[in-house]
């Protein structure tokens, strides 16, 4: 039972993923022209009311994260939320293992960018007080503890990773 409900939560966060790097974080590497103005607005409402500026004069470093995002990630996103719908894919184990590490190593930077980075307040404020930083924390945290619970579940759980029990020949006739 508690691995169906960590298979929704990983469903649910692959599904939502797809609009959100496809209309939201995506606009930090395409033209302004390839979105409606209603887009443009609301990501500019989100980086003003969360001072986050990284979502619109990102840098470099973080440009190439959204592209990996784009290139790696994105394509991966609806497999895997099939996946995780569906319940008990097996093949899914390897490349959730590498998504995982990806995304975690990626967010890493991320956050200790915005807890430690002295952000100007142009042309874009960022976070300038600590409660400031704790909260854009907060909205980026879920991208590493989904993908740090998608890893342990595919390194540990039974129906992921089913190890061979004692007395099972075909096991020890493998190990010897």
């Given at each position: 039972?508690?691995?169906?409900?960590?298979?929704?939560?990983?469903?649910?966060?692959?599904?939502?993923?797809?609009?959100?790097?496809?209309?939201?974080?995506?606009?930090?590497?395409?033209?302004?022209?390839?979105?409606p103005r209603a887009l443009q607005d609301l990501l500019?409402?989100?980086?003003?009311?969360?001072?986050?500026?990284?979502?619109?004069?990102?840098?470099?470093?973080?440009?190439?994260?959204?592209?990996?995002?784009?290139?790696?990630?994105?394509?991966?996103?609806?497999?895997?939320?099939?996946?995780?719908?569906?319940?008990?894919?097996?093949?899914?184990?390897?490349?959730?293992?590498?998504?995982?590490?990806?995304?975690?190593?990626?967010?890493?930077?991320?956050?200790?960018?915005?807890?430690?980075?002295?952000?100007?307040?142009?042309?874009?404020?960022?976070?300038?007080?600590?409660?400031?930083?704790?909260?854009?924390?907060?909205?980026?945290?879920?991208?590493?503890?989904?993908?740090?619970?998608?890893?342990?579940?595919?390194?540990?759980?039974?129906?992921?990773?089913?190890?061979?029990?004692?007395?099972?020949?075909?096991?020890?006739?493998?190990?010897?």
């Amino acid at each position: 039972m508690a691995i169906r409900i960590l298979e929704w939560i990983f469903f649910f966060y692959f599904a939502s993923h797809i609009p959100i790097t496809l209309f939201i974080d995506l606009q930090a590497l395409l033209p302004a022209h390839v979105y409606p103005r209603a887009l443009q607005d609301l990501l500019r409402w989100y980086a003003e009311e969360f001072r986050d500026p990284m979502v619109l004069d990102p840098p470099v470093w973080f440009k190439s994260f959204i592209l990996c995002e784009a290139l790696v990630q994105t394509p991966f996103f609806p497999v895997a939320a099939y996946a995780f719908f569906k319940g008990g894919c097996k093949w899914i184990r390897t490349p959730a293992i590498i998504y995982s590490t990806h995304v975690g190593t990626t967010l890493v930077p991320i956050l200790a960018h915005v807890l430690l980075y002295p952000f100007p307040l142009e042309p874009h404020a960022g976070p300038q007080t600590w409660r400031e930083r704790w909260t854009l924390v907060s909205i980026y945290a879920p991208y590493l503890l989904v993908p740090l619970m998608l890893l342990f579940t595919m390194l540990f759980s039974h129906t992921y990773n089913p190890t061979p029990r004692a007395g099972n020949t075909a096991a020890k006739s493998k190990r010897q």
